[in-house]
């Protein structure tokens, strides 16, 4: 069973990670371990380089948190031209995997209070009602009316950053 530490307390971020590595390892693969730690970069990343800058040293912390674990992992969202999105750092002992999520355009004016220094989940907690929006559907779950959630799209991106792991060819 591998032993995978989560650089985020968040429940969508964690419950994107275990399904990733349940669909790629099989069910049951792994014992997920979530810690709180620093991205190194503001709370709300803005552009491709800051949010992956973040991602990495999500990362880099969890791995001095936890040294003994199998897979260190890190999801950090992030606002690129006007549009969120988010980049997936994963690391074992000897590689590195990354890939970027899907993106989802965001109405103008989302994007004026995030642009005016707001984070985008108090943002959209404050537009729909939904506390701690952040930690459940998110945007993307309110602006694909629930056909998309931001621990569905997560999962794709975790996936794709998990490949390195699971094909030889990568070695």
């Known amino acids: ?14 419950q994107a990670i275990h399904q990733a590595f349940d669909d790629i390892f099989g069910e049951g693969c792994c014992h997920i371990e979530p810690v709180a730690v620093d991205s190194g970069v503001p709370e709300q990343p803005f552009g491709n380089h800051e949010t992956r800058t973040g991602a990495r040293c999500r990362v880099m912390n969890a791995r001095q948190v936890r040294p003994e ?3 260190w992992v890190a999801v950090e969202a992030g606002i690129d031209d006007d549009s969120t999105f988010s980049w997936v750092v994963i690391e074992n002992q000897n590689q590195r995997g990354e890939a ?21 989940g108090p943002v959209m907690s404050a537009y729909t009602g939904i506390d701690k929006i952040g930690n459940k559907e998110g945007a993307i779950g309110v602006f ?16 794709l950053a998990l490949s390195p792991f699971h094909n030889a060819i990568y070695s």
Do not use: W
């Not at 069973?1 to 964690?14: D, E, S």
């Not at 694909?144 to 996936?159: D, E």
């Open 1 to 14: 069973m591998y032993h995978v530490v989560c650089a985020t307390t968040n429940p969508a971020k964690i």
């Open 69 to 71: 674990a199998d897979f």
């Open 100 to 120: 970027r999520s899907a993106t989802l355009p965001l109405p103008s004016i989302i994007l004026e209070k995030v642009r005016a220094g707001e984070a985008l």
């Open 144 to 159: 694909t009316a629930g056909k998309l959630t931001r621990s569905s799209v997560y999962q794709q991106a975790v996936i």
